[in-house]
């Protein structure tokens, strides 16, 4: 069965650092999202991206965020300068189109580390 | 806003014991439910789903049925095993639009003992 993969599953970074999380959706889908997971809370939303724009984005989505789709395989998340509350395992997903009710499919994500 | 609301963990079973795990929700108009289960050290598997009021999403002996009247969508197994330990997340989405972003509860720990 397709996957979604990340890279890579473990980060450590030095605050204030850029940092780029990598993602390749299952080949066929068109709607992509990263969501994120701070260690003991709940699974939040952070953005949404569709037609090669972002589609809807969180208030955690700051001028600090940014997503790209550079190659039509790769979905990418970008921290400009990292924080030490952006610690946290971050989860891309994807979905398909067809039927209205296509679930999204996640990686296994990519813990973020920031020191 | 929406929200999903989920009961607290670890729950702690004895393998062959019932699962309940309670999952309620707030919502405007229909959005569709989900439970997800992340196992040890992997990402977000979709477990179940349901799209509207009264369907019952099952897989792998879990079920959980959409309750509009009382908005819940308990997860329950009749006879859990060692190898169901894992994380389980109740969430909400509205399909239709070019986001349906997921909407999730705080996930809820089983730990299941042989």
């Known amino acids: 069965e397709p996957e979604v993969t990340q890279t890579p599953s473990h980060q450590v970074t030095q605050m204030g650092q850029e940092v780029i999380l990598r993602c390749v959706p299952i080949?066929?889908?068109?709607?992509f999202y990263w969501y994120r997971q701070i260690l003991g809370q709940k699974v939040e939303f952070l953005v949404s991206?569709?037609?090669?724009?972002?589609?809807?984005k969180s208030e955690i989505f700051d001028d600090q965020f940014s997503v790209e789709r550079p190659d039509g395989s790769n979905f990418t998340l970008k921290i400009r300068s990292t924080k030490l509350e952006d610690s946290a395992m971050y989860f891309c997903?994807?979905?398909?189109?067809?039927?209205?009710?296509?679930?999204?499919?996640f990686g296994d994500g990519t813990r973020l580390s920031i020191l | 806003g929406n929200s999903v609301t989920q009961m607290e963990g670890p729950v702690t079973l004895s393998e062959e014991a019932f699962l309940t795990i309670n999952c309620t929700y707030t919502?405007?108009?229909?959005?569709?439910l989900f439970w997800y289960v992340q196992y040890p050290g992997e990402g977000l598997q979709l477990l179940l789903k349901?799209?509207?009021?009264?369907d019952k999403g099952s897989n792998k002996g879990f079920e959980a049925t959409y309750r509009k009247e009382t908005t819940s969508f308990h997860l329950e197994k009749g006879s859990v095993q060692v190898s169901d330990s894992a994380v389980y997340f109740c969430?909400?989405?509205?399909?239709?639009?070019?986001?349906?972003?997921?909407?999730f509860g705080t996930g809820t720990l089983l730990a299941v003992q042989p």
């Open positions: 969430a909400l989405s509205y399909y239709g639009g070019a986001t349906n972003k997921l909407i």
């Open positions: 997903a994807s979905r398909g189109t067809g039927t209205s009710n296509q679930p999204q499919h």
């Open positions: 349901a799209t509207k009021a009264d």
């Open positions: 919502a405007t108009g229909y959005p569709s």
């Open positions: 991206f569709y037609n090669n724009e972002i589609s809807e």
């Open positions: 080949s066929n889908h068109l709607y």
